[in-house]
Nanobody
Framework: QVQLVESGGGSVQAGGSLRLSCAASRYRPCMGWFRQAPGKEREGVAVIYRSDGSTAYADSVKGRFTVSQDNAKNKMYLQMNNLKPEDTALYYC??????????????????????WGQGTQVTVSS
């Protein structure tokens, strides 16, 4: 089991930026960010295959969000720029023991991860 702890959420105005962090208790090669807005299903935002740094993004965040990692600290980040009110959601970090970049990136559209954090709230006002 891997413990995941998210941080960095908050309230910003549209056009602003936030940086989310996810600290993992153990290394997992496939990690991702998901979000869930009230009344909506959880959706994938970005994933990173840590072995080679390859990434995948939801169309709605391409060009605005960037997922990255710090292997020394065993952390994953999500830099969110040009935030929009529709980005308002509870953001979750997820991790899985997947050793295929192709399979890992395909997990963007799946919520079937072995490990989840508790979430951090992001609220964007217009």
């Amino acid at each position: 089991q891997v413990q995941l702890v998210e941080s960095g959420g908050g309230s910003v105005q549209a056009g602003g930026s936030l940086r989310l962090s996810c600290a993992a208790s153990r290394y997992r090669p496939c990690m991702g960010w998901f979000r869930q807005a009230p009344g909506k299903e959880r959706e994938g935002v970005a994933v990173i295959y840590r072995s080679d740094g390859s990434t995948a993004y939801a169309d709605s965040v391409k060009g605005r969000f960037t997922v990255s990692q710090d292997n020394a600290k065993n952390k994953m980040y999500l830099q969110m720029n040009n935030l929009k009110p529709e980005d308002t959601a509870l953001y979750y970090c997820a991790a899985d023991d997947i050793w295929s970049g192709t399979f890992c990136r395909s997990k963007l559209t799946s919520s079937r991860y072995d490990n989840w954090g508790q979430g951090t709230q992001v609220t964007v006002s217009s």
